[in-house]
């Protein structure tokens, strides 16, 4: 068999918030993916990076008082710890704001220059006053101008899969301020890709590239019309790469974010000394991108335009993945469902999971629900009493004998599971990895039935017999080793332990082909544990705590609730229910207010407490308020407070304001429905 080269990426993470369970279907695909290509002898190597330009990694730094370098280099850290804990292995994984990847930049943008792609047109954009920042698309939400649906992306709209401009929406508001943006205009540089249509289409619809449903997505939604330009550029303040030839400008992230595989290819080839342009300028390398659905546009279209001016290897397969929900629902922090992955890892073995997701992942774009109630059935089920107690049941027979030296008869039990690698292999290649755990698991059910029927505990008491209580665990012990050499990609752990188990390390799928005898059998050390229902809780109970604590810091960081007024003015001593009842708060409505020239502090308010009942109040608002912006306001009064001659007339009340003076006033008034005259409870 020719050995292929391959070369893989998953999306980039996003440098601005962790990794959480719903990002790790796609690493844990990949990983999978590339650890089968690995165990068969491919040349194999996996790249990602975390994406780290835009607008709101240069918010976020701003906000916690840093600068961009640090808190990306902050976040990467924590990235790599949670790929790591989960066993996700690359061989490199670099960041977009590298210098490999600013070289990259410079050639792809030099390429689309040489090729007259590239043009310059004023834009109408969205623009956050408040954080004084031109908008991407991702920090608009709105009304989708297509079907109306609420609550829409400024890119695109989930629900009915158009495309437009945040400019586009009906009633758009930041999600970095939660105000509503202005409308303003600046120069941006745009990429023609129209001019690739034809290529495009062709290399979409070949079916070689795609899943069916994605090509006819693309032909349905874009290919049977003009491709629109590509919006390649930001104006200052903007995180990222200035633009060489446009000064002030900056390359837009989903720019820079998929060149930055392959700047992160470049890194690793410089560490290594591999040859760069055999891995992405020679056309006998594979490039394997997966990715979520939600990117499809990016990765299927502008991506492949790129590459094609710019002289790079073009996707061989882009494998594309659908959402995760929990028990049947999306992902939800105040139902702690929303579990970032060093939450899982405090409470359960990321094996778990790994298994779990490739028992539900298919070839297709289908959604993959974790049922929390099915995953504690399935993992404790198949992995602990399938998979796991074939080899705790039988090594504990032979740590003293070891296996076999030679392989007795099984009825050809290990012929037939050896009969069925390239049928599980055919399934993992095209990424079933449902198919996969199906055919192993009735793997499983054969070689426990085997066991089973022999009855191994028995003979285990008559010392004549012990010979065929070895040949049994022999066989017992080689279909489990068949079993783990098939689950290696999906379980690495598990792998290794079993290898230490028998002393023969799981290295290449071929394994699976030849039994093993004749070798000694360490003590059984525990492989698996089986999964509570109280981990489980646990899990979702600190997923809940944490949002709940990033919801009280974020309402607090939004609302300015610090505190430093109650320590500027304490609060006063004690009062009784009774004291407390004497003081009469009335609504009131302000009828007419006006200046008291003698006074600097002071407006004569005339209030309404409904019908012909008035009090004339005298409050010192005057720096706080216009009297002309007041008529007609309701405020709270104190209206059985004992009158107070003044030298302007005689204060008949109290209106009710908080603050500590001057300009910053501010008049306590009711919800509306209130009405003059009504008692403050």
Not at 338 to 355: E, G, I, S
Not at 404 to 413: A, E, N, Q, V
Not at 500 to 511: A, G, I, K, M
Request: proline share 5%; glycine share 6%; aromatic share 10%.
């Amino acid at each position: 068999m020719t050995q292929r080269r391959i070369l893989v990426t998953a999306a980039l993470p996003y440098a601005n918030g962790d990794i959480h369970i719903g990002h790790l279907v796609e690493y844990i695909q990949t990983d999978i993916w590339v650890r089968f290509q690995k165990l068969r002898g491919q040349e194999c190597r996996f790249f990602c990076a975390d994406d780290t330009h835009g607008t709101a990694i240069m918010i976020r730094a701003r906000q916690e008082g840093r600068s961009e370098e640090a808190l990306i280099a902050d976040v990467r850290e924590k990235h790599i710890a949670d790929f790591t804990g989960f066993h996700i292995e690359f061989d490199n994984y670099g960041s977009t704001n590298s210098e490999q990847n600013r070289k990259v930049c410079h050639e792809i943008w030099s390429a689309l220059r040489d090729a007259g792609l590239v043009h310059e047109k004023e834009v109408t954009q969205l623009f956050d006053v408040q954080e004084n920042t031109f908008l991407a698309d991702r920090f608009v939400k709105g009304t989708c101008p297509k079907c109306k649906a609420p609550d829409q992306y400024g890119d695109n709209c989930d629900k009915c899969g158009s495309t437009y401009t945040p400019a586009d929406l009906t009633d758009p508001i930041s999600t970095l301020s939660n105000t509503t943006p202005e409308v303003r205009t600046a120069n941006h540089l745009f990429v023609r890709i129209e001019d690739l249509h034809p290529f495009l289409e062709e290399w979409t619809q070949s079916g070689q590239h795609l899943q069916t449903e994605v090509a006819n997505y693309l032909k349905g939604h874009f290919l049977g019309d003009p491709l629109r330009d590509w919006d390649i550029s930001r104006p200052a303040p903007y995180f990222g790469f200035e633009i060489p030839d446009s000064p002030g400008n900056f390359w837009y992230v989903w720019f820079d974010a998929p060149i930055g595989y392959i700047a992160s290819t470049l890194e690793w080839c410089e560490k290594t000394g591999a040859d760069f342009d055999r891995w992405w300028r020679n056309p006998e390398t594979e490039v394997h991108h997966f990715i979520g659905k939600d990117i499809t546009y990016f990765h299927t279209l502008f991506w492949p335009a790129m590459l094609k001016t710019a002289g790079f290897n073009l996707p061989e397969r882009v494998h594309i993945h659908g959402f995760l929900t929990v028990d049947g629902e999306k992902m939800s922090k105040s139902k702690g469902t929303f579990v970032k992955a060093a939450t899982y890892l405090n409470h359960l073995d990321p094996a778990c999971l790994r298994y779990y997701y490739a028992s539900k992942l298919g070839p297709r774009l289908d959604d993959l629900d974790l049922n929390l109630e099915e995953f504690i059935q399935k993992v404790n089920s198949d992995l602990v009493g399938k998979v796991v107690n074939l080899a705790s049941r039988s090594a504990k027979f032979v740590a003293d004998t070891g296996l076999s030296d030679s392989y007795p008869d099984d009825g050809g039990l290990f012929e037939y599971a050896a009969s069925r690698s390239e049928t599980i292999a055919a399934a993992y290649e095209v990424c079933d990895f449902n198919g996969a755990m199906r055919e192993v698991l009735a793997l499983a059910d054969r070689a426990n039935k085997y066991w089973d029927d022999q009855k191994p505990w028995e003979l285990k008491k008559d010392e004549s017999r012990q010979a065929e209580l070895q040949e049994i665990c022999t066989i017992a012990l080689n279909l489990f080793r068949q079993i783990i050499v098939y689950l290696t990609p999906v379980l690495p752990q598990l792998s290794e332990q079993t290898g230490e188990l028998l002393n023969d390390p799981v290295t290449n799928w071929e394994q699976a082909q030849t039994p093993l005898t004749g070798t000694l059998v360490n003590k059984f050390q525990h492989l698996f544990k089986r999964i509570e229902e109280k981990q489980v809780q646990a899990m979702t109970d600190e997923a809940k705590a944490e949002a709940e604590a990033t919801a009280t810091e974020a309402a607090a960081s939004e609302w300015n609730d610090t505190g430093d007024a109650l320590t500027q003015e304490p609060m006063s001593a004690e009062c009784t229910i009774d004291d407390f009842v004497k003081v009469d708060l009335r609504v009131a409505r302000i009828v007419a207010a006006n200046s008291v020239p003698e006074a600097d502090k002071l407006l004569q308010l005339t209030l309404s407490l409904g019908g012909e009942e008035r009090r004339n109040v005298f409050a010192g608002i005057k720096s706080a308020y216009n009297p002309e912006e007041l008529v007609g306001r309701l405020v709270i009064c104190c209206a059985n407070l004992k009158p107070r001659k003044m030298r302007f007339g005689t204060s008949e009340g109290m209106v009710l304001a908080s603050g500590p003076g001057g300009k910053d006033v501010f008049l306590l008034t009711p919800d509306e429905g209130a009405v003059p005259g009504q008692r403050v409870h």
